[in-house]
């Protein structure tokens, strides 16, 4: 019996040492992103694999907090957080959501690549997966919500040459969201004027945050 529970004990805290050993990897990957640029393109499937929806456009961060995903097509609209508040811009009905940026996070996962990461091993179980191909530095890490209200069951991210290449995303319905990657830029100056949202004058503006200290 104590060879057992000895057995039993080594097994948990060499399994604990290797989630804390994931998250570790993983914020240092985040963190070494301190300015991102690059072009996206994202598909949403059901559980059939039916393809549901497809858009394609450009996205920027500086980390912390500053992040742009600028939806080019099919239809136009544009993501921008500060670090206290997010802008949702519908163009085509003119009205732009005003959120705060910590409410939101959870509910919009991109946003994780230009937060600061400090409590990733605290708000997900993380874990390394073993390399499908044999490419320099491809990594893959599968995130598992610690918050089981959150809108995702899972989010996996996977790098190359420690740049993000891809996330999938796995939600309470079934449907798998994968973002790609391309013509990744790292550490490039980026303008202020990027992370900055001023509606115009025939813009209807819904601030969620107005009443709320």
């Known amino acids: ?4 529970f000895i057995i039993l004990v080594s097994s948990f805290l060499a399994n604990l040492a290797y989630a804390n050993s994931a998250a570790d990897t ?8 301190n300015t991102m640029q690059a072009d996206f393109s994202q598909t949403v499937k ?14 920027a961060l500086v980390r912390p907090g500053k992040f742009r995903w600028d939806v080019k097509k099919p239809i136009a609209q544009l993501i921008i957080a500060n670090g206290s508040r997010l802008w949702i811009y519908d163009q085509d009905l003119q009205q732009v959501s005003i959120r705060s940026f910590h409410k939101a996070a959870g509910q919009t996962p991109a946003l994780l690549l ?6 990733l091993g605290k708000d997900f179980t993380i874990a390394e997966e073993k390399s499908p191909q044999q490419i320099a530095g491809y990594r893959v890490f599968l995130l598992t919500p610690t918050d089981k209200e959150d809108a995702f069951e899972t989010i ?23 973002i790609s990657f391309n013509h990744v830029k790292i550490g490039a100056s980026l303008p202020e004027s990027l992370f900055t949202f001023k509606p ?3 813009v209807d503006i819904i601030d969620e945050t107005k009443f709320k200290k």
Do not use: P, Y
Not at 114 to 119: C, E, I, V
């Open 46 to 59: 059901d559980k059939s694999a039916k393809s549901l929806q497809h858009a394609e456009g450009r996205m």
């Open 200 to 202: 115009g004058s025939n």
């Open 1 to 4: 019996m104590k060879k057992t």
């Open 114 to 119: 230009s937060d600061k990461n400090l409590t």
């Open 156 to 178: 996996k991210l996977t790098f190359v040459s420690k740049q993000i290449r891809e996330m999938q995303l796995l939600d309470r319905l079934g449907h798998i969201i994968t």
């Open 26 to 33: 993983l914020t240092s990957l985040l963190l070494g992103m």
